[in-house]
């Protein structure tokens, strides 16, 4: 997101689009992340999902609710999260303002999770008067749920089709140098970015003719993710920006719980028991590192912005090809009755097993990972507003 007072501004954003939201997984993902039981329907979610909001509004009644009249005094204050979803209904309308009361009132009056209002929004000193700035409704809720949360596990159960069962656990981390989630700097310079994340999916089969039940735990990381403006150009009614994808890890392993929210240690994962019977115990490991998509220059039209058409830098096809490229390559510790032996085509039919169970987990990670906004090898950016200003005219930024 960008501004530049009296002059011109663009927005845009960067992340995961979400084109529907899965009820039951999104409210255990808000249960979790507010402490709360939530269960809002999917009239709820498409709402939030669709609406932006006014910024300059929603300071104005957060100003007015905790009595500071000075925006950079307000932007330091620590408040509820109660709070700010009080002043997003109060700042919206119909199904969505309906869908963000209903959700503060399942916050309820008890103990609640507070967060510095500048780790979502920092404004510049030097940027002074209104912010005509509008932000999706639905990525400025999960930012501050999930900065209020702080890093920390959260389980999921994914729906995948039978006689597969899925436990996922998710760790959302910080954003790069805790950068707030918008940014609005005085010489026009913006700079938004995606949080890190970890997700860690175990699935189990039922029993397998012979085998028993096959284990496969499924771990991915993503680094954070960033995209800023490069140039603003009025005479072509358009605006560049430079964006890059997070660097990515996905692996075979297994992870202990406290391990997978300390972004502060590596993940160490140990070999997955993919197998364990008396006659055959089958370990696996495999890791893929994705690298980021390097500095991507974007430019955006008229057209794409009238559209709200995104841009993906990196491959959205890169997850499935990882994993099975995974489970292809993967180490294979094989003991049959206790011995070190793999009996003529056993490790070939493991791995065609591994690769028929890894592939609809495909669409679980997609799932997930875009509820945090975050993606494997690939980011969205998309562009939400140009202004080209003149002299007198007050500064104008939407996302």
Request: net charge neutral.
């Amino acid at each position: 997101m960008a501004i530049r007072p009296a002059r011109d501004a663009a927005a845009f954003s960067i992340g995961s689009r979400l084109l529907s939201l899965d009820p039951p997984l999104v409210n255990s993902l808000l249960s979790q992340l507010t402490g709360r039981q939530i269960q809002l329907t999917a009239l709820s979610y498409d709402s939030l999902l669709t609406s932006s909001l006014d910024v300059d509004a929603l300071l104005q009644d957060l100003g007015k609710n905790l009595s500071v009249a000075d925006r950079e005094t307000l932007l330091t204050r620590n408040l509820s999260t109660r709070t700010l979803v009080d002043s997003m209904a109060a700042t919206t309308s119909g199904q969505t303002s309906v869908a963000l009361k209903s959700l503060s009132a399942a916050l309820g009056t008890g103990a609640d999770r507070n967060l510095r209002l500048d780790s979502l929004i920092d404004v510049a000193p030097g940027v002074k008067g209104s912010i005509n700035a509008k932000v999706p409704v639905w990525d400025l809720l999960s930012a501050a749920l999930g900065e209020a949360a702080g890093p920390q596990t959260i389980s999921l159960n994914a729906d995948v089709d039978a006689p597969v069962s899925a436990q996922v656990r998710v760790a959302i981390g910080e954003r790069e140098q805790k950068s707030a989630w918008l940014t609005i700097a005085r010489d026009g310079t913006t700079v938004v970015r995606t949080a890190q994340a970890r997700v860690h999916v175990d699935v189990t089969t039922a029993n397998l003719a012979g085998l028993g039940r096959v284990h496969l735990p499924v771990y991915a990381e993503i680094a954070s993710g960033k995209a800023a403006l490069a140039a603003i150009d009025c005479r072509a009614d358009a605006f560049d920006v430079i964006a890059r994808s997070g660097v990515a890890s996905v692996a075979l392993g297994e992870i202990e719980s406290a391990r997978l929210s300390d972004f502060s240690r590596d993940a160490a994962l140990s070999p997955a028991a993919v197998l364990d019977t008396a006659a055959l115990k089958v370990r696996a490991a495999a890791r893929i590192n994705v690298g980021d998509s390097g500095d991507t220059r974007l430019r955006f039209t008229r057209n794409d912005i009238d559209s709200l058409n995104a841009r993906t830098i990196g491959s959205k096809s890169i997850l499935g090809t990882t994993l099975s490229s995974l489970v292809a390559n993967a180490n294979l510790d094989i003991q049959v009755l206790g011995l070190g032996l793999a009996l003529p085509g056993l490790p070939t039919q493991i791995r065609d097993i591994l690769a028929s169970i890894a592939a609809p987990l495909d669409g679980v990670l997609q799932e997930v990972l875009k509820l945090v906004g975050a993606g494997i090898g690939e980011a969205d950016v998309r562009a939400a507003g140009l202004e080209c200003g003149h002299k007198g005219s007050p500064p104008i930024l939407a996302a």
